[in-house]
């Protein structure tokens, strides 16, 4: 593993020259990034294109002052990659997964002229995740059929070095990595954020070794699972550890069966709620109920108060949202009532986000959009229901998937 990470050391260091520039010098980083990305093109390095704007997403998710210039850099870097991808010769397949997402964006626009607060930075955040569904998917399809073994090695490697030098850094330099004085948060922006994170590595790190089983020794998967299974627990994010939990069991389960194991995870969806209504019971019963602070459950962290405020708003418009980052604006503009009640305001929940932004017209369509992905692949590769039920449960809790420029 590590010589094949040496291999590669001038590429590696290109990463850290980046984030070397817009650490010493922030203005630079505006120009001398895109010159380098038009270069690495030309080269037909699409692999350290992408992996490039995985750190800097990564980067832009912390809340360490020497990262801040990743925040207003990385549009820039996805436009970059947007235009070399689409000057670029390809095959329209390449836009297969974005195709169900149509109907979706063209709600998202019009939602734009439903009386939009904040009508340009909507249209912004619209084409952003425009960007995203339509650029990133075929950047990685041209990796996986040109360079796939390499392409997957160094994504798991990328993703294994941040939360490595996260574990280090806990031990010599916790003050970096410790959020609020009390729970980790790796190089990632809180604790939820390293969950999330944790999460997502998890199904990724478990589809590519599934798919290519030799591509690392069990010393070196131990280890991996190792580093994501201790950030798990020094972060006690109660999202990403029941998500990894609830993946890890349908992976087996349906690794054993696919149509039982997708059954059983459904029913498990539908018993749910017995399952959380007895959770305080199991988890004082193991005597955890510091770790998985008990005391901020009955609130679920602000979620409820967050959720309440969410459901009083869509009533005002059920069927048609007010655009992308409606919802953003709208707890921002209540942020004393949050304050007084302790909650930093945030729906919490993707799909209350994406109702908000563009009424439950546009969640069907965004549902949908996702769904016959979902259903298209598992035709080659059930384990992904595994992945789907993992993230139901991370992005109900969460509003990551209702925002494009994260790294999840």
């Known amino acids: 593993m590590l010589q094949q990470l040496l291999r590669e050391k001038q590429n590696w260091f290109i990463l850290i020259f980046w984030m070397a520039v817009g650490i010493f010098a922030r203005p630079l980083v505006f120009v001398v990034v895109p010159l380098h990305m038009f270069a690495l093109k030309n080269r037909g390095e699409w692999l350290w294109l992408l992996i490039g704007l995985w750190v800097v997403f990564t980067f832009s998710d912390s809340r360490q002052a020497i990262f801040r210039f990743t925040q207003p850099f990385k549009p820039v870097m996805m436009v970059v990659l947007a235009f070399l991808f ?69 994504l798991v490697m990328t993703g294994t070095l941040i939360l490595g030098i996260g574990l280090a ?45 030799y591509m690392f020794t069990k010393k070196q998967t131990w280890f991996i699972y190792g580093l994501i299974g201790l950030s798990l627990v020094f972060c006690s994010s109660r999202g990403g550890i029941f998500s990894s939990l ?37 988890v004082t019963s193991l005597g955890l109920q510091d770790y998985f602070r008990l005391n901020t459950l009955e609130t679920g962290s602000g979620r409820i108060i967050a959720r309440e405020f969410a459901w009083k708003h869509i009533n005002n418009s059920y069927w048609w949202g007010k655009g992308f980052g409606y919802t953003e604006y709208l707890f921002f503009s209540n942020q004393d009532y949050f304050t007084s009640l302790g909650h930093q305001g945030n729906s919490h929940n993707s799909y209350l986000t994406i109702w908000l932004d563009t009424g439950l017209t546009g969640l069907i369509l965004f549902c949908f959009g996702w769904i016959m992905n979902i259903i298209r692949i598992a035709r080659r590769s059930p384990m992904i229901w595994a992945v789907f039920f993992g993230a139901i449960l991370t992005t109900t809790v969460e509003s990551w998937l209702a925002a494009s420029m994260n790294p999840f």
């Not at 009390?182 to 604790?191: A, D, I, V, W």
């Not at 954020?193 to 798919?211: N, Q």
């Not at 349908?250 to 959770?279: C, E, T």
């Open 169 to 213: 850094l806990r031990f010599f330099y916790p003050g970096f990595v410790i959020f609020g004085g009390e729970r980790f948060s790796g190089l990632l922006g809180n604790p939820n954020g390293l969950g999330i994170y944790c999460f997502c590595f998890l199904s990724l790190f478990s589809v590519i070794r599934y798919h290519h089983k």
């Open 86 to 154: 689409i000057t670029f010769p390809k095959e329209k397949e390449r836009f297969r997964i974005f195709r169900p997402f149509i109907p979706f964006f063209i709600i998202a626009v019009l939602s734009i002229f439903n009386g939009s607060p904040q009508p340009f930075t909507s249209f912004q955040k619209t084409l952003s995740y425009l960007l995203l569904l339509l650029i990133i998917p075929g950047v990685v399809q041209l990796l996986l059929q040109y360079e796939r073994k390499r392409f997957l090695f160094h």
């Open 246 to 282: 609830l993946f890890i069991m349908g992976w087996q389960l349906i690794k054993r069966n696919a149509m039982m194991g997708v059954i059983v995870m459904a029913l498990f969806y539908v018993s749910y709620q017995l399952v959380m209504d007895n959770f305080v019971e199991i």
